[in-house]
């Protein structure tokens, strides 16, 4: 850990001599020895290793070889002596640890690269857990992200700006640091999903004590626990934990299409299990539809197994926007219908376009790539490895995901491990069906829809006497050749431009054919002219710079095409 003034000039040489000693850029670029790149992150520091951390829920930019090292990264830190966790306290707070609480730990249960966390007491009696920054983090990440947005306006005009969206992906790794440090940010964070979720079935999630927060200290409400790890590999009947699995599930969902804030990192670390005694009734499951005067209303009510899921850090949280959140919702339900053309065009509406796209192709292509997927138990399914393709099948037809979409995706994909291991019987149209279904009874007025279909089946009707008079003025209007038909090629836009472009190159060989005949001329009768010989060196030396030009464009065109295919 840097501690003490940092130099930006000193900052630059470091992270330069470590990535020349791993080869990093060159292994990172070309997506090979992820070993390296992770061993410099880690020597680089809170920053870097935060970054790695972020690429690792990145299956739309990473392999899964690189995905699944990026996972090993390690802070190493070492832990702040209680003089120095002391002194940050009472500079962030301006109060003592003893004036704060009636006990606190001074050996730290977590540390990380940011910061450590202690055990707490408060004078009232409540258990805390305190989390306080490592001093000179804030300085160093600051001058890391100052050197990451240079770095930004130089990548984002390469190829690959094209189809990944490089300054949202900083603008995502800024936030995330950005929030580590303020950590009042993190407590609002935590304020809003407590409000949200807390007491949602066995979901629970900690208290924030906003009045003794600070910008780099956040202190929580202490709820014992275990990893959600450690149950997955103990014995458990299978009806608890397909519960758990649903509860999961059926929160995340509830997260995303009802609060449109959902944790955007819910990896098993995250995700605590905690026994209790408490097995109180809930409503479980509750429909409601008003006919007319007809009002119907069915619930259901079970009891909660002694367990509790306790959700933690909420540094990176996703909020999504409503119409984001439709066309989410369109995809979900197209699965469960398995509609291939309704799949194509929710997958559409959740991508920029970046270039021409072949829509027939897409879709024939996007359906059979996930028609295996349909019956396969999520168990059998690598998420993370199936995102990593249709990203790739994306760029292939000119689409980039948006940059909402992927950070929700990346959280499905962390909390899919956890529901595999739980459920292994569970397939997404298990997930799909009774979401589509509930979305379906949601949204539908069945009063007003009955209403509706009474007006165009009483429409109908009365078109129907006209009918054989319709047909007979189309029949009239087609003898008579005042119709018209117009006939779209899909792939004639593609064939006009290149032919275009062919036509202007023969053009141009042409011109250029021409110069160097004239420049030929005047060189050869201009003995007695030096001038004149002058005039067609020049018309030489600007022929041969238009050959190379061409030569070098045609090369580049060909290497971004043989780099866009990979």
């Not at 949602?200 to 929580?220: K, Q, T």
């Not at 608890?240 to 670390?269: C, S, W």
């Not at 141009?508 to 009768?525: F, K, Y």
Request: glycine share 4%; with cysteine; aromatic share 6%.
């Amino acid at each position: 850990m840097a501690s003490g003034n940092i130099k930006k000039s000193a900052r630059i040489k470091e992270i330069i001599s470590v990535i020349r000693r791993h080869n990093a850029l060159s292994n990172f670029s070309k997506q090979i020895h992820p070993q390296e790149v992770r061993q410099a992150l880690e020597e680089l520091g809170p920053t870097f290793i935060k970054i790695g951390q972020i690429l690792s829920t990145r299956p739309d930019l990473m392999t899964p070889e690189y995905i699944h090292e990026l996972h090993k990264l390690q802070d190493q830190v070492p832990v702040d002596d209680y003089d120095t966790v002391s002194s940050i306290y009472q500079e962030a707070t301006g109060k003592t640890l003893e004036a704060t609480f009636s006990s606190f730990e001074h050996k730290p249960f977590a540390s990380a690269s940011i910061g450590q966390v202690h055990h707490a007491t408060l004078p009232s009696g409540e258990n805390v857990v305190v989390k306080i920054q490592h001093p000179a983090v804030a300085q160093l990440v600051t001058i890391d992200l100052n050197l990451l947005h240079q770095a930004v306006k130089i990548l984002r005009f390469t190829s690959e700006s094209k189809i990944i969206d490089i300054r949202q992906v900083y603008s995502e790794i800024k936030s995330s640091l950005i929030n580590e440090i303020d950590t009042s940010i993190e407590a609002k964070n935590g304020q809003d999903f407590y409000k949200l979720n807390n007491g949602e079935g066995i979901i629970r999630v900690p208290r924030v004590y906003p009045d003794l927060c600070a910008p780099r200290i956040l202190v929580n409400e202490a709820m014992p626990g275990s990893s959600i790890k450690q149950y997955l590999h103990t014995d458990h009947p299978v009806s608890e934990r397909r519960y758990i699995a649903q509860t999961l599930v059926t929160n995340f969902i509830k997260q995303v299409f009802t609060d449109r804030f959902f944790h955007a990192d819910p990896h098993p670390g995250n995700i605590l299990v905690a026994p209790t005694d408490d097995r109180h009734t809930v409503t479980s499951r509750s429909f409601h539809k008003q006919l007319g005067p007809i009002s119907t209303q069915v619930t259901s009510k079970q009891a909660l197994p002694p367990l509790r899921l306790i959700y933690l850090d909420f540094g990176m949280m996703g909020r999504i926007s409503p119409l984001l959140a439709a066309n989410l919702r369109n995809v979900v339900t197209a699965l469960a219908l398995r509609d291939e053309y309704d799949i194509t065009q929710a997958v559409l509406a959740i991508c920029n376009q970046t270039g021409p796209v072949d829509h027939n192709a897409f879709r024939q292509e996007l359906a059979v790539f996930l028609k295996p997927f349909f019956t396969t138990n999520i168990v059998d399914l690598n998420l993370a490895t199936i995102l990593f393709d249709i990203v790739k099948l994306c760029r292939r037809y000119n689409l980039q995901i948006k940059s909402e979409a992927i950070t929700l995706i990346k959280a499905v994909a962390s909390l899919e491990s956890t529901i595999a291991q739980l459920d292994p019987n569970l397939s997404l149209l298990d997930i799909a069906r009774p979401f589509a279904l509930k979305e379906w009874f949601q949204q539908i007025d069945l009063h007003a829809s009955l209403q509706d279909n009474l007006l165009l089946f009483g429409q109908s009707l009365q078109d129907v006497p006209h009918i054989p008079r319709k047909i007979n003025h189309l029949l009239d209007t087609l003898e008579s050749g005042q119709s018209q038909i117009n006939l779209h090629h899909t792939g004639l836009t593609k064939f006009v431009s290149k032919l275009e472009r062919l036509t202007n190159r023969i053009v141009i060989a042409i011109i250029l054919a021409a110069v160097i005949l004239g420049s030929s001329l005047l060189v050869q009768v201009s003995a007695d002219h030096p001038y004149i010989a002058r005039i067609g060196i020049i018309g030489y030396c600007i022929a041969l710079t238009i050959i190379l030009g061409m030569l070098g464009r045609s090369w580049y065109d060909h290497w971004r095409k043989k780099h866009h295919r990979k």
